[in-house]
């Protein structure tokens, strides 16, 4: 494990997930792809800096991880999605196996940009299932006093794109006291961040090779007979 990136990173503490245990249960074959979303297109911004540590934690901790730069992105809707910026994200979110968002809180919620980026994905494109069955963790950092409402609201947007969303999450108060030079300080904030991408990578093996018996719904197989019954009625 390579942490020389890490400063802030007690090494005695730090294992990641047990990958033999995952390897003895054929989950570990391949890096966990995942793809990280920010909410802000700040040059200064502290949720792609809180972001892009999670991304090196996630690296660390033997992740595969790609980043959506969100500037550019049409509106929902003022693009019949063939824009490269929507075909871009919708094909990472096609890549991945995982993802994290991490918006800041402004007004009390997510941010537009957070939440155009997740309206721009499908639930379903052709066969293609971009969000449904793949893990999220939320992250969100605010101005002001510690809260959650960018998460809590994120939390509803994952159920909606029927991710699995991990119970962990990461808030960070008053970011600009928490950030030097785009990286961290390290505290029990930072700790938390680590946290939760611990969880995310476990979370990320555990449903690897279990997305379709996880998405296999009564609701679908009877809506699917039923097409089948129709195209059959048909020809005859
Ligand atoms: C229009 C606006 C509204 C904001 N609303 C809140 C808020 O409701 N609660 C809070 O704690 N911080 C609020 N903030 C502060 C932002 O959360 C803070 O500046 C954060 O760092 C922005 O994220 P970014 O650095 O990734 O751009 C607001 C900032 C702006 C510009």
Known sequence: ??????????????????VDFLKLSGAADHAPRILLLYGSLRDNSYSRFAAEEAGRLLNAM????RFYNPRGL???????????????LRDLATWSEGMV?????????????MKSQIDWLPLKMGGVRPTQGKTLALMQ???????????N?????GRWMRMATIPNQSSVPKAWSEFENGRMKPGPLYSRIVDVMEELVKFTYLMRGRTDYMLDRYSERVETAAQVRARVNKTD
């Not at 609201?153 to 947007?157: A, G, K, S």
């Open 101 to 113: 968002w991490s918006s800041p809180e402004r007004h009390g919620a997510m941010t537009g940009i």
């Open 74 to 88: 049409p509106q929902p809707d003022d693009d019949d999605g063939s824009h490269e910026k929507v075909t871009e």
């Open 153 to 157: 609201q994120m939390r509803i947007l």
């Open 1 to 18: 494990m390579d942490l020389s990136d890490l400063p802030n990173i007690d090494p005695d503490r730090f294992n990641g997930p047990d």
């Open 141 to 151: 950092v605010s101005g002001g006093s510690q809260s959650f409402n960018a998460v």
């Open 62 to 65: 033997g992740c595969e991880t």
